[in-house]
C-alpha cells in the first residue's frame, strides 16, 4: 500500500499500435494497446495468458470526413445517407468490441451525453435520400483516402465500402492506400482533390478545442 517504489517513469511516445505492442511483448514497455488485427489471437493463444488484459475506454475518435466542396457530399442528404447506410455493428465486431458510436461528442469529453443522437444503420433511409437526389439512378465513383500503415482507418474504408457497394451496384468506392507523409502532403494541398478521408482525431478532453478543430 502506499506510494509505489519507483525512481523514474518513463512515457514513450510515437509509433503505430502494432510497434508498440510488438515492443510490449519483446518486455520493453510495460503496457500497450492491442492493434484491431491482433485482438482474436490474444483472446484465443494460450502465450497471452501471462499478460493481464484491460478492457478500458480511450479517446480514441475515428472519423470519416467528406469534402464537401466535391460531388456527391455537396449535397447534406448525401452526407446523411452516408452515415445511414454504414455498417457501424460491422465495424465494431471488426475492432472485437473494441469500439462504440459516439455522438456529436466522445466519453471521456466534458459535455458527453450518453443519449445524444446517434446514427444507426438505415439501409431503407439512406435508399431515400440517394433516390431524393438522384445519385441513386446515376450512381457514382468516388476515392476515401487512408493511412496504409493503420489497419483500423482501412477497415474503415473497407467497411465503407462494401456498405455502399452492397446498397447499390452503381456505387463504386476505391479505398486508396497510401503512406502517412502522403496523406499529410494531399491535405497540404489546395484544393483537397479526394472525395472523402479516414482519420482519428487527437483526445481532447476539452470540447472546444474538439469541436473548433474537427467540426469546423
Same mark, same amino acid.
Given at each position: 500500500?502506499?506510494?509505489?517504489? &519507483?525512481? @523514474? /517513469?518513463?512515457?514513450?511516445?510515437? %509509433?503505430?499500435?502494432?510497434?508498440?505492442?510488438?515492443?510490449?511483448?519483446?518486455?520493453?514497455?510495460?503496457?500497450?494497446?492491442?492493434?484491431?488485427?491482433?485482438?482474436?489471437?490474444?483472446?484465443?493463444?494460450?502465450?497471452?495468458?501471462?499478460?493481464? &488484459?484491460?478492457?478500458?475506454? #480511450? &479517446?480514441?475518435?475515428?472519423?470519416?470526413?467528406?469534402?464537401?466542396?466535391?460531388?456527391?457530399?455537396?449535397?447534406?442528404?448525401?452526407?446523411?445517407?452516408?452515415?445511414?447506410?454504414?455498417?457501424?455493428?460491422?465495424?465494431?465486431?471488426?475492432?472485437?468490441?473494441?469500439?462504440?458510436?459516439?455522438?456529436?461528442?466522445?466519453?471521456?469529453?466534458?459535455?458527453?451525453?450518453?443519449? %445524444?443522437?446517434?446514427?444507426?444503420?438505415?439501409?431503407?433511409?439512406?435508399?431515400?435520400?440517394? =433516390?431524393?437526389?438522384?445519385?441513386?439512378?446515376?450512381?457514382?465513383?468516388?476515392?476515401?483516402?487512408?493511412?496504409?500503415?493503420?489497419? #483500423?482507418?482501412?477497415?474503415?474504408?473497407?467497411?465503407?465500402?462494401?456498405?455502399?457497394?452492397? &446498397?447499390?451496384?452503381?456505387?463504386? /468506392?476505391?479505398?486508396?492506400?497510401?503512406?502517412?507523409?502522403?496523406?499529410?502532403?494531399?491535405? %497540404?494541398? #489546395?484544393?483537397?482533390?479526394?472525395?472523402?478521408?479516414?482519420?482519428?482525431?487527437?483526445?481532447? =478532453?476539452?470540447?472546444?478545442?474538439?469541436?473548433? @478543430?474537427?467540426?469546423?
Amino acid at each position: 500500500e502506499g506510494r509505489p517504489f &519507483l525512481d @523514474t /517513469v518513463v512515457f514513450k511516445v510515437g %509509433g503505430t499500435f502494432e510497434q508498440t505492442f510488438a515492443q510490449f511483448l519483446a518486455g520493453n514497455l510495460d503496457e500497450a494497446i492491442i492493434p484491431s488485427g491482433k485482438t482474436e489471437e490474444v483472446q484465443k493463444e494460450p502465450r497471452y495468458r501471462q499478460y493481464q &488484459l484491460l478492457r478500458r475506454p #480511450t &479517446l480514441g475518435l475515428l472519423f470519416i470526413g467528406f469534402n464537401t466542396h466535391l460531388k456527391p457530399f455537396d449535397d447534406k442528404r448525401v452526407r446523411q445517407a452516408f452515415n445511414y447506410a454504414f455498417n457501424y455493428q460491422g465495424y465494431m465486431q471488426a475492432l472485437g468490441g473494441f469500439a462504440a458510436k459516439a455522438t456529436y461528442l466522445p466519453p471521456g469529453v466534458l459535455g458527453y451525453d450518453p443519449n %445524444g443522437p446517434k446514427y444507426s444503420q438505415d439501409l431503407a433511409r439512406a435508399e431515400e435520400l440517394f =433516390r431524393q437526389t438522384g445519385w441513386w439512378d446515376r450512381g457514382f465513383s468516388l476515392s476515401v483516402l487512408v493511412e496504409s500503415g493503420s489497419p #483500423t482507418f482501412v477497415a474503415i474504408g473497407l467497411v465503407m465500402k462494401d456498405s455502399l457497394e452492397s &446498397l447499390n451496384e452503381k456505387f463504386q /468506392v476505391q479505398v486508396r492506400q497510401v503512406a502517412e507523409a502522403q496523406f499529410d502532403q494531399a491535405h %497540404g494541398k #489546395t484544393p483537397f482533390e479526394y472525395a472523402a478521408w479516414i482519420k482519428n482525431a487527437d483526445p481532447f =478532453r476539452d470540447p472546444h478545442f474538439l469541436m473548433e @478543430t474537427y467540426f469546423h
